[in-house]
């Protein structure tokens, strides 16, 4: 997870440092305002707390109740998508409307020209600044520079590093949805 949201940041045109890993040991600094380029997604490139899901829902649960929660395990979706799609429409108590087809959106694509990415601050000054005229250029621009091949894989030792950081927060994640997920972390 940690990993996919530094290439949605590369991706958005937040994230400057492309190596995953370098980017993760950056967060420290981060945290502290610094190496952020001209994102406003300050608090995204603090990985490790962003994708701490069971402190993040634990967070959640000191001001709501487990009873308006309903947490989705990604892996329940690529397993059975049509049995979590009713436990949302259950959950929602809305109709089921048959739907049995659930295709997938917004796959994991790269930069074609990561260069292009050094154009993304002359965005967030004409969005700052309320220009809002646009002749749709960029999003061609945005879709010619994407392309759809998969992420690269982590090193042995970035993962051994990231199961032993998750390692905890699985833990409490396990604990909250009363279901052993430490497979993720083994």
């Given amino acids: 997870m940690a990993a996919a949201l530094h290439?949605?940041?590369?991706?958005?045109?937040?994230?400057?440092?492309?190596?995953?890993?370098?980017?993760?040991?950056?967060?420290?600094?981060?945290?502290r305002g610094r190496h952020l380029g001209f994102s406003w997604a300050?608090?995204?490139?603090?990985?490790?707390?962003?994708?701490?899901?069971?402190?993040?829902?634990?967070?959640?649960?000191q001001v709501t109740t487990k009873k308006q929660v309903l947490v989705l395990v990604l892996d329940d979706i690529v397993t059975d998508a049509?049995?979590?799609?009713?436990?949302?429409?259950?959950?929602?108590?809305?109709?089921?409307?048959g739907r049995s087809h659930f295709p997938i959106y917004n796959t994991s694509s790269t930069l074609k020209y990561p260069?292009?990415?050094?154009?993304?601050?002359?965005?967030?000054?004409?969005?700052?600044?309320?220009?809002?005229?646009?002749?749709?250029?960029?999003?061609?621009?945005?879709?010619?520079?994407?392309?759809s091949k998969p992420r690269h894989d982590l090193s042995p030792e970035m993962l051994a590093h990231l199961k032993e950081y998750f390692k905890g927060d699985v833990a409490c994640l396990s604990k909250l949805l009363n279901r052993d997920l430490t497979g993720w972390v083994e």
């Fill in 42 to 61: 300050q608090r995204r490139f603090v990985y490790g707390e962003a994708c701490s899901l069971g402190a993040q829902i634990t967070r959640l649960l």
């Fill in 82 to 97: 049509r049995r979590e799609y009713l436990r949302v429409l259950n959950f929602l108590d809305v109709q089921d409307d």
């Fill in 115 to 147: 260069s292009v990415r050094l154009l993304y601050p002359l965005l967030n000054l004409k969005a700052r600044l309320g220009l809002n005229v646009s002749v749709g250029l960029w999003r061609r621009i945005e879709r010619a520079n994407r392309d």
């Fill in 7 to 31: 290439n949605e940041m590369i991706m958005a045109g937040h994230e400057t440092m492309l190596d995953f890993s370098r980017a993760w040991d950056l967060q420290e600094e981060r945290r």
